[in-house]
């Protein structure tokens, strides 16, 4: 079986979008450790969706610029 939001992909919350969009940094079982563009959170992975083109590009904007300004790994 194949595992749903893997670390890397880019998701959204499926019942709110007061997390933003995010990118999956972990996984444990069914859970999934996401850093959205206000906080990191985990998360059941039957609660996530895939992340539309726009919402991929958002984080993907929001990882440079924290890169940009703190350096390391987002």
């Not at 890397?8 to 499926?14: E, I, P, R």
Request: proline share 4%.
């Amino acid at each position: 079986m194949e595992t749903p939001h893997g670390p890397g992909s880019y998701v959204a919350h499926t019942g709110t979008d007061v997390y933003g969009p995010g990118k999956v940094i972990g996984v444990d079982g069914r859970h999934r450790r996401v850093r959205f563009v206000h906080y990191v959170a985990t998360v059941r992975a039957e609660d996530l969706r895939a992340a539309s083109a726009g919402e991929a590009r958002e984080v993907q904007a929001w990882l440079r610029a924290r890169k940009a300004r703190y350096g390391g790994e987002w």
